[in-house]
């Protein structure tokens, strides 16, 4: 398994910006698919995007589209979540998560490894 430390929540005014970073240990980073998740008070844990483990191919949450974009960097053992025109809904502890894997995964459930999570609050 690999280690997960989520950085770069906080609290944004509507139609702001946040990039969250996930940081893993290992030198086997570029073998793991990778996904950022949330959970809302009183929620189930949600889907909002994933990157394949080159980074080539990339899948997100329909509310997300056009508003998040995920990206990683194989060199610093780093994937991002860069959110752009939050919305109060957006709130939420957001997860990072990692898995062995070519490709990408969407269920909670194909992921191994998991962060502490991270507060974003977004105000109206």
């Known amino acids: 398994q690999v280690q997960l430390v989520e950085s770069g929540g906080g609290l944004v005014q509507a139609g702001g910006s946040l990039r969250l970073s996930c940081a893993a240990s290992g030198r086997t980073f570029s073998s793991y698919a990778m996904g950022w998740f949330r959970q809302a008070p009183g929620k189930e844990r949600e889907f909002v995007a994933t990157?394949?483990?080159?980074?080539?191919?990339?899948y997100y949450a329909d509310f997300v589209k056009g508003r998040f974009t995920i990206s990683r960097d194989n060199s610093k053992n780093t994937v991002y979540l860069q959110m752009s025109s939050l919305k109060p809904e957006d709130t939420a502890i957001y997860y990072c998560a990692a898995e062995l894997g070519r490709y990408y995964y969407t269920a909670a459930d194909d992921f191994g490894s998991w962060g502490q999570g991270i507060q974003v609050t977004v105000s109206s």
């Open positions: 990157i394949s483990r080159t980074g080539v191919n990339t």
